[in-house]
């Protein structure tokens, strides 16, 4: 159990309440979370560890309002000498920081010149120097080992011979608005953008003191994306330990680019020119190439399963004397998120899903011994500082800070603490992970979530939250979209499952889900909601609204259709309601025929098995539906066609469209009334 809300007392040698729970360190005028706090939070972004591992320098955005100002700070990492000094004052963001691995300097992008490009700035004293000026923005860096090379990403037109050519063809195109899009294949859009023509480029410069020169193309002319868009980074991306090469993940051009996975890792070795691809006999996905410190091996991610983006992802290694392929821990069942080698060149540290958090790991690469290092909350990997690694964590009460965990597991310091006083008045839901037997008598986990202020003895109407994905999990997270303390908050209890086909949990528990959409999950909702009030008599199972958005709003419309009596009232957002159009015009194809075991035309019945449009009849429960008009993943006809139903039905419905919002809302504003509106519609048809 991992309760965070704090117990109330009683008097204390008659002492009055409120200056017993003052005295305990309990604020009384404490409120739940609210999105309007949400919005107001502080964050910590470009986190990076000095070579030495001596310091650490990360970016801290301050939200005051509508203003929103960011800077660096420099943080020393002893423990016994603890201090930090801000190193930028600007009215820009710096982003992308890396260190010189003399220990000596930082690069970091910034648009304080107008557009993004590369700066330096030396610790030992002065100001940030500009490096590039060029005629694009740069995207992203990585510095060699050697400090002599530097990597940038640009967006380019791959037919142009030159910056000068894309920076013509971008000013004419914003120009010309409205001149219509040609294309002879997909993907025409991704995302939320249209395809314009540019994809993101690989450059490799020489780095002097003041610029960065000689900076040219490695994939010149190729009609492919270094990083992927639109979620890749410069993780994509490494030079090797001897600053000889560099290596990158990206998928060779292609005309099946829309329904295939398959990323390749390619070297480039900088004496020859010469480009050799080092993971081709594997036709899945290829991804994150590391170096160890020593020079002697690569290690990486590897999915087996071509055409599949939810498939394991296994960890790799390269003997870079031999060129011996292995995986490290092939019997280990979860899928690595990043990977980074321990000084010593001999073990890995690792993040990973695993049951309801997301843990660090350290991996022996030569016998496969795993331990778990920490397992609670959701934690990323920042770098290594001598015995500890750093890493931000965050979890369901807790927006994301930095830490310093010991190499062995043993202790947790925390290094910054960035909402300390936004947060000293509010009250977080107490929560507590559980689990019952789902389908096929499975053990399924979950979360339930206690509503602010709650008395033992009442019942709480529930919020029933459906994660997306499907291939996804509603875990120990802190989430700036959805956050199960903003119904807390509210005064809701929230109930969260994480039904077959949710991740972290296996991979065979995770495919579970392939063709199967309609089955096992909703048999694992409805399991789980019957077991935990059960186990939680103050859950009210029959004062419920179930929302979800993605895969979450398809199992609304599908809920709708198939266990409609259970429910008051019913949220979709950005719901899939109609699969045979899904199918036509989603971007990323390899999705749908990986979960459906092939295109529509060849396999229409495992579409049409648990299409939500064909249970309409059975549709009763009041419905809000939302959407973004910039929804490309789920186009916006698709939340547009329930409501269709919903009104011609005479079903108590309401259509909350955003035309600036993609797959997610964003925006602050939007956030607001995205929350006003999702609220205000349980609160019409549950009683509190």
Known sequence: MHIKSKPLVGKILGVSLASSLCLLGVNVNAAGLTVEKLNQLNSVHSATVSPNGDYLVYGHKQVNGKERVSNLFLKTLNADTDSTLQLTNHSTTESNVVWAHQNDAIYFLSARSGSSQVWKLNLGGGEAIQITDLEVAVNGIKLSPDDKKMALTLSVFPDCKDLACTKSRIDALKKQPNKGREYDQLMVRHWDTWKDGQFNH????????????????????????????PFAGMEEVNFSADSKSIVYSAKAPSRDQAWQTNYDLWQVDFASGKTTNLTESNKAWDSQPVFSNDG????????????AESDRFAVMLKDLVTGKVKEVAPLWDRSVR??????????????????????????NIQFGDIKSLYNDGSSSIVGISGDNVIISKKDLASPADLYALSSDGTTLRQLTNINQEKLA???FGEYSQFNFK?????????YWVKPVGFKAGNKYPIAF???????????????????????????????????????????????????DWGGKPLEDLQKGLEAVTKQQPWLDKNNACALGGSYGGYMVNWIAGNWSDQFKCLVNHAGLFDMRMFYGVTEELWFAEQDFGGSYMAVKENYEKFNPVNYINE???????????????????????AFTVLQRKNIESKLLMFPNENHWILNGDNKVQWYQNVLSWMDKYTAK
């Open 296 to 307: 002697r091996y690569m290690a990486y991610a590897a999915m087996s399963k071509p055409g």
């Open 438 to 446: 789902g389908w096929n008598d499975e053990v399924v986990h979950g």
């Open 619 to 641: 549709w009763k429960t009041p419905m809000l539906v939302i959407h973004g008009e910039k929804d490309f993943r789920v186009p916006y006809g698709q939340g547009l066609a």
């Open 202 to 229: 690989l450059f490799v410069g020489d780095v002097h003191q003041d610029k960065v020169t000689n900076i040219i193309d490695l994939t010149k002319g190729l009609e492919t994306d270094v990083p992927a868009k």
């Open 425 to 427: 008045d509010v009250e």
């Open 338 to 363: 990043s990977i980074a080698f321990a000084p010593d060149s001999r073990n890995l540290y690792v993040t990973a899903q695993d049951i309801g958090q997301v843990s660090v790991f350290v991996i």
């Open 465 to 515: 939250l459906i994660h997306g994905g499907p291939q996804g999990s509603f875990g120990n997270n802190f989430s700036t979209r959805w956050n199960p303390q903003l119904w807390a908050g509210a005064g809701y209890a929230v109930v969260m499952i994480d039904f077959h086909g949710s991740t972290g949990y296996g991979q065979k528990f995770t495919d579970s889900i392939n063709q």
